[in-house]
């Protein structure tokens, strides 16, 4: 069935380093991709998405590219911040109104000054 | 930010009571969500609503039940909790129009079941 893989954490960072988040997907057909950002007691915040192959999405400095031909969308960020400590989902969604999002398990990232 | 609130926001409950978490937004948007969150696991789709008393199941739907009466609010209903619900719960909206296919969360209700 389709699913999402991603990189087991904890990834331990110190400020301004590089950051890559793995994601890899299985699917049937071609969702959309998404980053979500999850902090501390809160909610899942949409951080990022790309509807089709070789699209780059990108917010808050974080960029991701929807790869086909590895069924991948690794998350990206050339300097993190403290600020940037949290829990990354990545997920697909088919373009079907009322689907579910299929979530990775999750990435805890820990970013130290 | 969506205009989605949850409540309660914690809750403890002792097994084979019911429990009923209440997921109400504003955005007046068609498609709501409810998700449960396990360590391990991401989140997993319980049950969903694309219309008032319009709903549908989800892959961990066992054990649970929805009722939407009114577009802005979306009841998750725990018949008699046990202890394998002990999770955090998450309400979703869908976006409308371009943003149809993005899904947008409220702050969780974490509850536990003794």
């Known amino acids: 069935g389709d699913s999402v893989t991603q990189m087991e954490g904890p990834v331990t960072l110190s400020e301004e380093a590089f950051l890559t988040i793995n994601c890899t997907y299985t699917?049937?057909?071609?969702?959309?991709l998404f980053w979500y950002v999850q902090y501390p007691g809160e909610g899942l915040q949409l951080l990022l998405k790309?509807?089709?192959?070789?699209d780059k999405g990108s917010n808050k400095g974080f960029e991701a590219t929807y790869r086909k031909e590895t069924t991948s969308f690794h998350l990206e960020k050339g300097s993190v911040q403290v600020s940037d400590s949290a829990v990354y989902f990545c997920?697909?969604?088919?373009?079907?109104?009322?689907?579910?999002?299929?979530f990775g398990k999750g990435t805890t990232l820990s970013v130290s000054s | 930010d969506a205009g989605i609130t949850q409540s309660p926001r914690h809750k403890v409950t002792e097994t084979g009571t019911p429990v009923t978490l209440r997921c109400h937004q504003t955005?007046?948007?068609?498609?709501m969500y409810w998700y449960r969150q396990d360590p391990g696991h991401g989140l997993r789709l319980i049950h969903y609503s694309y219309g008032v008393k319009d709903t549908d199941k989800g892959e961990v739907s066992d054990g649970y039940s929805v009722s939407r009466s009114k577009t802005e609010d979306f009841l998750l209903t725990l018949e008699s909790a046990t202890s394998s619900q002990t999770s955090v719960y998450f309400c979703a909206i869908s976006g409308t129009g371009t943003f149809l296919y993005e899904q947008y969360f409220g702050p969780g209700t974490r509850l536990t079941v003794t």
């Open positions: 699917a049937t057909g071609y969702p959309s």
């Open positions: 997920a697909l969604l088919f373009n079907q109104a009322g689907t579910a999002l299929i």
């Open positions: 955005e007046n948007h068609r498609y």
């Open positions: 790309a509807t089709k192959a070789d």
